[in-house]
Structures are given as C-alpha cells and as structure tokens.
C-alpha cells in the first residue's frame, strides 16, 4: 500500500493568479479529478517575486522573465500536487499548449484561454521538474497519502 503510492507518478500543478481571480479554480480541479487523478497536496498562497524567479529559474534568459514573474507573484496562487499514472504527461495534456491560441478546444486554455502571458495555469513539464517544483513548493508533511477506493474502477 505504502509502497505502491510512493511509487505513483506525481505531478504540481498551479492555478496561477489569473485563473484563481477569474473564479476557475473549481473547474480546473474538476477536471483532473473526473479524470481520475489523485489530489495530494494543495494551498492557496501569494507567491514572493524571489520565489517565482526560483520557480521560473530555467527560463531567467527569455525577455518574459520579469514579467512572467511579476505575474505570477501579483496574486493568489493554488498549488497542488495531483498523483496517478502518467499524471506529468496527461496533466499537459488535460492544460494544452503554452499559447491558449495554439490549445485544443477541450484542453483546459484551449477553453478557459486566450494569451499566453494569462494562460491560468501551470504544469511539470518532466518527471524531474515535478520534483524539483513539488520540493519547492510543498514540505514533506504537506502530501497526504491515501487510499482511494476510485482506484478500484478507474485505472
Ligand atoms: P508552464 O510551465 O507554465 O506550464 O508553461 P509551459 O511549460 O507550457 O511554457 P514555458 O515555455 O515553460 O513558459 C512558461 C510560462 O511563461 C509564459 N510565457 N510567456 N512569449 C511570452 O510572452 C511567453 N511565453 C511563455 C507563459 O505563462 C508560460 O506558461
């Protein structure tokens, strides 16, 4: 059991502060939770510019940088970790692509977006930077493992 939820894939994923201001939050958790990922972590929380310039470090040498972390520390921000199989890779495909102009109709910006300086949320990219991005923004005791009986009917 233990064993077993180490194990699964885990993904972090923010609602940044556009989508918290534009009353999304529920209707993004709403979709990773009817698709049957696991809510491990989650907290509402007003990132520092120092902090999103760590979260954001790997892209400090785009001119968006500033701005983008400006953004993203101009407001609430809901930071959660969702688990289960390919959740780093589905978890993209459930958001879409970085430009809203460029999702899919029935990803989350393709729906909800329309620029890519506002596209509301955010997702790992990779398993080593959901675990960089996990470490950064939760601590340990802040994950909670469970059982899911859901996990019974939906793989
Ligand atoms: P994210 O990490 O937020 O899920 O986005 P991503 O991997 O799809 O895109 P990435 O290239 O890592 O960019 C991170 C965030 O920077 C903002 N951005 N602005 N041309 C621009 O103004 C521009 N390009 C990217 C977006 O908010 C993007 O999500």
New binding site residues.
Partial sequence: QEAHAAEMERTFIAI?PDGVQRGLVAEIISRFERKGFKLVAIKIVVPSKQFAQKH?H??KE???FN??CD?LSSGPVVAMVWEGEGAITYG?KL?G???PQKSEPGTIRGDLAVV????I???S?GPETAKDEINLWFKGEELVSYTSNAEKWIY
Avoid: Q, S
């Fill in positions: 940044k954001y790997d892209l785009r001119p968006f701005g983008l953004f993209r958001i692509a970085t430009d890519v300086g506002r596209n949320i955010h997702g990219d």
